[in-house]
């Protein structure tokens, strides 16, 4: 396998062999940290490791700014906030058993709760990330933790985490239809809050991002199947920190495809263009996709725009990355991409050809024609719809 293949697939995780990854060293010099011995101030958040599984270790993420994704597209945050806003996050760690109360109660209050905590050891600067999740600075084993006042928990969150009897996946699809947002989900599911009592467990944080986009998106994909199809060749598209989501959308039942376009030069790409697609086409997607926790974030926010409409349709997503994405800050970076290219409004084409000509223009190149299946078998395939 080639550099550029390998950065893709490998985030940071280290595939390479390198000592140290050159995309971890620019993160590095953009960080400004001290050391602490202690903790007082808001936990809007908890983090789960996924390192010796199921002996997991967790707890608080430590900032006095918001962790909510939605919030920093709301204020406009830059790749340089966001950035600067992580490398002062603390991660507080401690081996979890089957209960821990207090990071329990940070999960899964609405609003940040106050906390004292109080560390083993100064904390270190210990950057972690595969590219699903939003990065972590600053790492400590936690000695004493206390929170200070009591959880803002949402009726709808009491309800569902109180119900031992209700499945894990019908939990997250209850929580999500009552209005509460992914992010704060990932906490509860993450904290061991949802599932029946005997399957109730502490769930890695990484785990957990990609199965909420997947389990919430299966569901809305059995919705949106039912529903008849749009009459339109569309194409959607929006930008958020470099990542151009552009989204065709195609008269005919549900099928689904993603391509990503990582340009020369770009965050995991080197010196020449790196393409990688991945669909479902003929049948539901059992195995893990290549193109990692995007392709599922994507996912999510497409059919969060059909299920609205109460339309169906085959579905393109174009994903280019460019080389100002220098920092990788999660899947939820795909997720408001999409939502934000969805609201914007569409591109109403007459034929597919002059779509796929539209969709080159909104990327600037052509590659993405030559990857994936669902174009080649829309056009020479006919379906019920063609007559």
Not at 34 to 51: N, T
Not at 53 to 72: I, K, R, V
Not at 229 to 236: G, L, N, P, Q, Y
Not at 360 to 383: N, V
């Amino acid at each position: 396998m080639d550099r550029a293949n390998l950065c893709v697939q490998c985030k940071g995780r280290g595939f390479c062999g390198l000592l140290k990854c050159p995309v971890v060293s620019r993160f590095y010099a953009k960080t400004n940290t001290k050391p602490l011995l202690s903790y007082m101030g808001e936990s809007p958040s908890v983090f789960v490791g996924s390192y010796n599984y199921p002996e997991m270790s967790g707890g608080p993420l430590m900032t006095g700014e918001n962790d909510d994704p939605e919030g920093w597209v709301r204020n406009n945050y830059s790749i340089d906030d966001i950035v600067s806003l992580r490398s002062r996050t603390i991660r507080g760690t401690k081996l979890l058993g089957k209960k821990a109360d207090s990071v329990q109660e940070v999960a899964l209050s609405q609003k940040p709760l106050d906390v004292e905590v109080s560390f083993q050891k100064p904390v270190n600067f210990n950057l972690r990330f595969d590219g699903t999740m939003a990065p972590v600075g600053l790492s400590g084993d936690i000695k004493k933790m206390d929170v200070l006042k009591n959880a803002f928990v949402p009726r709808i969150v009491d309800k569902i985490t109180s119900d031992t009897d209700l499945r894990a996946t019908e939990g997250i699809f209850e929580l999500y239809k009552g209005g509460i947002d992914v992010h704060h989900i990932q906490n509860v599911l993450a904290a061991g809050l949802i599932g029946t009592g005997k399957y109730r467990r502490f769930v890695p944080t990484r785990w957990g991002i990609t199965a909420i986009d997947d389990t919430i998106s299966k569901r809305l994909k059995k919705e949106v199947s039912r529903y008849s199809s749009i009459s339109d060749v569309m194409v959607f598209s929006g930008i958020l920190h470099a990542n151009r989501i552009t989204c065709l959308l195609i008269p005919g039942d549900y099928k689904y495809e993603m391509i990503e376009m990582w340009g020369k030069n770009s965050l995991w790409a080197g010196d020449t263009e790196v393409v990688c697609a991945d669909g479902e086409t003929k049948k539901n997607k059992n195995e893990y996709s290549p193109i990692s926790g995007a392709y599922y974030s994507a996912r999510l926010a497409v059919l969060e725009y059909l299920s609205d409409i109460r339309r169906c349709a085959r579905i393109i997503v174009v994903r280019q990355v460019t080389g100002e994405y220098w920092a990788p800050l999660g899947t939820w970076v795909i997720r408001e991409a999409s939502r934000l290219a969805m609201k914007n409004q569409p591109v109403k084409c007459e034929n597919l050809n002059e779509a796929c000509a539209t969709v080159t223009r909104f990327c600037g190149s052509d590659k993405w024609l030559s990857h994936g299946d669902l174009l080649t078998e829309i056009k020479t395939q006919k379906t019920l719809f063609d007559f």
